[in-house]
C-alpha cells in the first residue's frame, strides 16, 4: 500500500513538473511597439518556448479619426469624426525558426477597413482613415492551439 502511495505520488510531481516546464515561455524583455499612423507593428523575441509552429497574434485597440471624401473626391474636413476601433493581426512563425528555445517575431496589425455607413453621411462618400491613437496593445502566442503566453500593456 505504502509502495503503490509512493509510485502514485512521484507520478502526480512528474506531472506537475512536466506542466511547469511546459508553461515558462516568455518574453525576453519588453516588446517593442512603433505607430505607423494607421498600423501598428510589434517585435521582440520569445524564449523558453518548446520548437513547434505557432502564430504569434496581435490586437490594438484605440481611436480612428476618419474623414470624409465626398463623391466628387473632394476631402471635407468638416465630416472628420472619431471612432474606437480594434486592430488585428499576426504572424506564423515555424518550429524550424525556434533556435534553442528563443524565436524573433515582427507583427503588425492588418489596416483598418472602413465602409462610409456610420462615418460619413451616405454612402457614396468615402471614409479617409487619418489616424489611429493606440491606446493598448495584446499579444498571443499559439502553438498546438493553446495560448501558451499573453501579454497585455497600455501604450
Known sequence: MRIATSFSTGIALCGLALLATAA????????????????????GEIVDLPARDMKVRLSATGT????????????????????????????????????????????????????????CPSDQWTPLVDDVKFESVTLRVVQDGNVVLIKTWNL
Open 24 to 43: 515558462t515561455a516568455r518574453f525576453d524583455g519588453t516588446p517593442t511597439t512603433t505607430d505607423h499612423g494607421t498600423t501598428l507593428a510589434v517585435r
Open 64 to 119: 480612428a479619426t476618419v474623414a470624409c471624401a465626398n463623391p466628387s473626391g473632394k476631402r471635407v474636413e468638416a465630416q472628420k469624426k472619431t471612432a474606437r476601433v480594434t486592430l488585428n493581426g499576426s504572424q506564423e512563425i515555424l518550429a524550424s525558426d525556434v533556435v534553442n528555445g528563443r524565436v524573433a517575431f515582427d507583427v503588425a496589425t492588418d489596416p483598418m477597413v472602413t465602409s462610409g455607413k456610420h462615418l
